[in-house]
């Protein structure tokens, strides 16, 4: 009997997974199949007057409230937050997990962003991708016998190579469920993102209205890729429906990791068109 695929979301922060691929993780617990996500750092450094040492277990809970919206597992590693490098310490610990998680299908940043942790993040699963079939390498942990597929998650840079649109899922009917899961995440939304945006007097008391206030936040924040990938969206989903569409996730297949067939990208990216 084959097992359902399982999804592996990679990020450098808490909140990047929900944020950038949470629409598919919405998707693929709906269809009973594993998640995790995981923060690489610990989400020390984000916040203006929380200290680091409070925000470290403030975060880890706010994760972990958030893959319980979803019924999925949500884990934070110890690495210091805005301090992270392509080290071999963090890509031994992506290879034991992705060796211990076995997943068909991992999510992380590409290697061109903004913040220095994505990237790093980025190139250390990079590295992974084809060592963690090597045995003599982390030995501690068993070696797979095959890669899992990797693909970057959606960013809005261009330099020096923009996110070629691989896969494109409409993820509206799953907003809410977005939005719900980012909402767990406190210190970031209502402190420390609000603070940096200079909108905290924005922030509604009511926590019902948190909630759509979030909605209305993240419509903001990822209305550029339905707006830049509209001729795509035109062309797989039909004039129609592709003009009408304004939220969705823009997966890459990385090319560093398993090449996937057209049955096998179906199945791991259920509802999306490539």
């Known amino acids: 009997m084959n097992q359902p695929p399982r999804l592996l ?26 998640v995790k996500m995981i923060s690489v750092t610990d989400g020390s450094a984000g916040h203006h007057f929380r200290k680091p040492a409070e925000l470290v277990e403030l975060r880890r809970g706010e994760a972990a409230a958030a893959g319980r919206i979803i019924g999925a597992t949500y884990e934070t590693w ?6 992270l490098e392509p080290s071999l310490a963090v890509r031994w610990r992506i290879i034991e997990e992705i060796r211990s998680y076995k997943p068909d299908l991992v999510l992380t940043h590409r290697t061109c962003d903004y913040h220095p942790d994505h990237r790093a993040v980025g190139q250390c699963v990079q590295d992974a991708s084809y060592l963690v079939t090597v045995p003599n390498v982390v030995s501690s942990v068993p070696a797979l016998r095959k890669d899992p597929v990797v693909a970057y998650l959606p960013d809005h840079f261009t330099r020096p190579a923009p996110l070629r649109p691989d896969v494109i ?11 719900s899961m980012l909402a767990c995440h406190r210190s970031q939304l209502f402190e420390w993102l609000a603070y940096e945006a200079d909108i905290l007097d924005t922030i509604p008391g009511d926590e019902a209205e948190k909630v759509a206030w979030v909605q209305a936040w993240i419509k903001r924040h990822i209305a550029y890729r339905a707006d830049r990938w509209r001729g795509e969206l035109i062309e797989r989903f039909g004039e129609q429906q592709g003009k009408q569409i304004d939220a969705i ?16 990208i179906a199945d791991l990216f259920p509802t999306g068109r490539c």
């Open 9 to 34: 979301i990679i990020g450098a922060h808490p909140d990047d997974a929900e944020f950038a691929g949470g629409g598919l993780a919405t998707l693929y617990r709906q269809m009973d199949r594993p």
């Open 78 to 83: 110890d690495f210091p937050d805005a301090c």
């Open 169 to 179: 899922i409409d993820i509206t009917d799953r907003l809410p469920t977005i939005a």
């Open 249 to 264: 996730e823009v997966f890459e297949i990385s090319e560093y990791a398993h090449q996937p067939d057209a049955q096998r």
